[in-house]
């Protein structure tokens, strides 16, 4: 993901840096310490290899808030030290009375992460010689990354947060040859904490840290699956300041446009994270309306170019 994010940075003419943590870096300005961050992440959330049992089934858990559920059985990728793997996510088979088997457990609980198996087809020893151990990571097959149009809509895996890296791109193009001083920010790590914001911000320390991600359909805080951009104003980290409140508000008006204010009840992004820390002063977290979070996410084709159009707007006047 870096490598193709760096290779339209590039084609802007744009100077670009990664440090450690593996955070791609985009300056504007001549300020060394920009007082200004946007960020929109890199990873995705994924499984990682828990344990190899002993006949080559592979115990997984979640690396990010994956939930089973939300994946069901279906190919995925294992990505062992000497190259990818092909293998199928399992929940074991519905035909049995066995109170212990994992169909008639579903009867009355959730499906949960220690139901799941990952089958490769390949014994244990293997495995072991492929590079696949605990810590190695398991991801959605490319086989399931199509994306499915229906009219306005568009819908995949794992458009949190690879839509709103468009839109980043897309404001990144806008302003490249404005003296803004601002530091756009591809981060990794995000869905593990905001790990990858926090590595940069520790030193940075900027007055407002711009998130994009994605504005969640959910019951407490709804939202139109529309091109109109959402905003965060709390999450479980942190809370936007009134007065950004405000001033979000009067830009989207000027725009033209009917912003979508949410109050979230879980969740958080790199700049409410960051802000928890005391990394940030000013948490800002600019969202795509989507449903489905963390599945196969539904969102209105036309929310880039909005989400792009409002981040432009937003940085010219901060």
């Given at each position: 993901?870096r490598l193709a994010l760096e290779a339209h940075v590039s084609a802007l003419g744009l100077k670009h840096t990664s440090d450690a943590k593996g955070n791609l870096?985009?300056?504007?300005?001549?300020?060394?310490?920009?007082?200004?961050?946007?960020?929109?992440?890199?990873?995705?959330?994924?499984?990682?290899?828990?344990?190899?049992?002993?006949?080559?089934?592979?115990?997984?858990?979640?690396?990010?808030?994956?939930?089973?559920?939300?994946?069901?059985?279906?190919?995925?990728?294992?990505?062992?030290a000497s190259g990818a793997l092909d293998g199928v996510l399992s929940f074991g088979s519905i035909h049995t009375a066995d109170p212990s088997s994992n169909v008639?457990?579903?009867?009355?609980?959730?499906?949960?992460?220690?139901?799941?198996?990952?089958?490769?087809?390949?014994?244990?020893?293997?495995?072991?010689?492929?590079?696949?151990?605990?810590?190695?990571?398991?991801?959605?097959?490319?086989?399931?990354?199509?994306?499915?149009?229906?009219?306005?809509?568009?819908?995949?895996?794992?458009?949190?947060?690879?839509?709103?890296?468009?839109?980043?791109?897309?404001?990144?193009?806008?302003?490249?040859?404005?003296?803004?001083?601002?530091?756009?920010?591809?981060?990794?790590?995000?869905?593990?904490?905001?790990?990858?914001?926090?590595?940069?911000?520790?030193?940075?320390?900027?007055?407002?840290?711009?998130?994009?991600?994605?504005?969640?359909?959910?019951?407490?805080?709804?939202?139109?699956?529309?091109?109109?951009?959402?905003?965060?104003?709390?999450?479980?980290?942190?809370?936007?300041?009134?007065?950004?409140?405000?001033?979000?508000?009067?830009?989207?008006?000027?725009?033209?446009?009917?912003?979508?204010?949410?109050?979230?009840?879980?969740?958080?992004?790199?700049?409410?994270?960051?802000?928890?820390?005391?990394?940030?002063?000013?948490?800002?977290?600019?969202?795509?309306?989507?449903?489905?979070?963390?599945?196969?996410?539904?969102?209105?084709?036309?929310?880039?170019?909005?989400?792009?159009?409002?981040?432009?707007?937003?940085?010219?006047?901060?």
């Open positions: 993901m870096l985009v300056p504007l300005g001549k300020s060394q310490s920009p007082k200004i961050v946007v960020t929109a992440h890199m990873d995705e959330i994924a499984m990682i290899v828990r344990r190899v049992e002993y006949d080559g089934r592979l115990a997984v858990g979640p690396l990010g808030g994956l939930f089973p559920w939300k994946l069901g059985e279906g190919p995925v990728q294992v990505l062992a008639r457990q579903a009867d009355s609980k959730s499906i949960d992460w220690d139901m799941a198996r990952v089958v490769t087809g390949l014994a244990a020893t293997d495995l072991e010689a492929r590079g696949v151990r605990p810590g190695t990571r398991v991801v959605v097959s490319p086989s399931r990354r199509g994306l499915l149009e229906m009219g306005d809509l568009v819908s995949g895996y794992f458009l949190d947060d690879r839509a709103d890296l468009v839109a980043w791109l897309l404001a990144l193009e806008e302003l490249a040859a404005s003296d803004l001083d601002v530091l756009f920010a591809a981060t990794a790590a995000e869905e593990v904490g905001g790990e990858g914001a926090k590595y940069i911000l520790q030193d940075l320390r900027p007055d407002i840290c711009v998130a994009l991600e994605l504005g969640p359909f959910v019951d407490d805080a709804p939202v139109s699956l529309n091109d109109q951009p959402t905003v965060w104003v709390t999450d479980s980290y942190s809370s936007m300041a009134a007065s950004d409140c405000d001033l979000l508000a009067r830009i989207g008006g000027d725009l033209g446009m009917r912003l979508q204010f949410q109050a979230l009840t879980r969740g958080g992004s790199d700049a409410s994270a960051s802000a928890n820390q005391g990394l940030c002063g000013r948490p800002i977290t600019l969202g795509l309306a989507m449903e489905n979070s963390h599945g196969f996410e539904i969102m209105h084709r036309n929310a880039m170019d909005e989400l792009a159009r409002l981040t432009v707007a937003l940085l010219r006047q901060l």
